[in-house]
């Protein structure tokens, strides 16, 4: 069973920095894609980054250019480099994994963005 842990959230003023890391522990035997998506209050959950099998990255228009997604060597620890947070950045942070496809991008796309397994979230909350 696969289990996600989300390390890094808190509170910054806008302008400032975080880095979120997700640990994957019983990593799965295939997978295609690891993703951070994210919830805020009042709000549907969205795509945020995601990082495939091959490395590719993709971002949602909204944090490109200040959001950077990345991998250790290990490909159990998922990483979200988040700079130049704005107001419109808060929200529950959460890391999550694909078995058979990377689309978690994908607006309208399948039920839980085509991600199998999902960790608990990360609170980041941005001050103006």
């Known amino acids: 069973q696969v289990s996600l842990v989300e390390t890094g959230g808190g509170s910054v003023q806008a302008g400032e920095s975080l880095r979120l890391s997700c640990t994957m522990v019983a990593r799965s035997s295939q997978t295609m894609c690891m993703a951070w998506l994210r919830q805020a209050s009042g709000k549907e959950r969205e795509g945020v980054a995601s990082f495939d099998k091959d490395g590719v990255t993709a971002y949602a228009a909204s944090v490109k250019g200040r959001f950077r997604i990345f991998q250790d060597n290990t490909k159990t620890l998922l990483y979200s480099e988040m700079s130049g947070l704005e107001p419109e950045d808060p929200a529950t942070y959460y890391c999550?994994?694909?078995?058979?496809?990377?689309?978690?991008?994908?607006?309208?796309?399948?039920?839980?963005?085509?991600?199998?397994?999902w960790g608990s979230g990360t609170l980041v909350n941005v001050s103006a």
């Open positions: 999550a994994v694909g078995v058979w496809a990377c689309r978690p991008l994908v607006v309208g796309g399948p039920p839980g963005f085509g991600m199998d397994y």
